[in-house]
T-cell receptor, first 111, second 113 residues
Framework: QKEVEQNSGPLSVPEGAIASLNCTYS??????FFWYRQYSGKSPELIMS????GDKEDGRFTAQLNKASQYVSLLIRDSQPSDSATYLCAVWMDSSYKLIFGSGTRLLVRP | EPEVTQTPSHQVTQMGQEVILRCVPISNHLYFYWYRQILGQKVEFLVS????????KSEIFDDQFSVERPDGSNFTLKIRSTKLEDSAMYFC???????????FGQGTRLTVV
């Protein structure tokens, strides 16, 4: 079982729509979860962190965490063409003291 | 705003040569990392470094790799004898504390020919 799993996509949404990105993880003891955005040829850029079950909102972004289901998601409201990128889910693995990334979901926002 | 800086941005080297990739982490951060991303693939963990020693390393981080914090500010990754398959983007990251947000440098694109 992969440590952090994401659907590779692409996920295509029209401009103005809500984009929903999902991630599951294997380490039940994990406590810290992060979403990064990566444009082609660039480094990962932190968007959100979430540590507790429930929702956390920051502008157009909402992160959702369900530790019982080992599931993290990111919602992007009012999607813009500039949001087109690969979104990386990252999980701090308490069992091994390292931050592990999923393979990323490519998001395309159609004008 | 403080940022992680990496040099060089692009390095071309011949197979078998040694390369050193350099990073200056954010100044009050305590945990340092190197990641690798082969073109079109995922961001892979290589090594973590804390309190002047390696705290965790992946299977990729074999004897040809080493890390060092020579002067309290720079953090380096050395590849002793490069192979074609070492061609990738190498990212340095730092964290203020364990289990918190990691901030990434802009990366070094290593091309082995």
């Amino acid at each position: 079982q992969k440590e952090v799993e994401q659907n590779s996509g692409p996920l295509s949404v029209p401009e103005g729509a809500i984009a929903s990105l999902n991630c599951t993880y294997s380490d039940r003891g994990s406590q810290s979860f992060f979403w990064y955005r990566q444009y082609s040829g660039k480094s990962p850029e932190l968007i959100m962190s979430i540590y507790s079950n429930g929702d956390k909102e920051d502008g157009r972004f909402t992160a959702q965490l369900n530790k019982a289901s080992q599931y993290v998601s990111l919602l992007i409201r009012d999607s813009q063409p500039s949001d087109s990128a690969t979104y990386l889910c990252a999980v701090w693995m308490d069992s091994s003291y390292k931050l592990i990334f999923g393979s990323g979901t490519r998001l395309l926002v159609r004008p | 705003e403080p940022e992680v800086t990496q040099t060089p941005s692009h390095q071309v080297t011949q197979m078998g040569q040694e390369v050193i990739l350099r990073c200056v982490p954010i100044s009050n951060h305590l945990y340092f990392y190197w990641y690798r991303q082969i073109l079109g693939q995922k961001v892979e963990f290589l090594v973590s470094f804390y309190n002047n020693e390696i705290s965790e390393k992946s299977e990729i981080f074999d004897d040809q790799f080493s890390v060092e914090r020579p002067d309290g500010s720079n953090f380096t990754l050395k590849i002793r004898s490069t192979k074609l398959e070492d061609s990738a983007m190498y990212f340095c990251a730092s964290m203020p504390h364990r289990n918190t947000e990691a901030f990434f440098g802009q990366g070094t694109r290593l091309t082995v020919v």
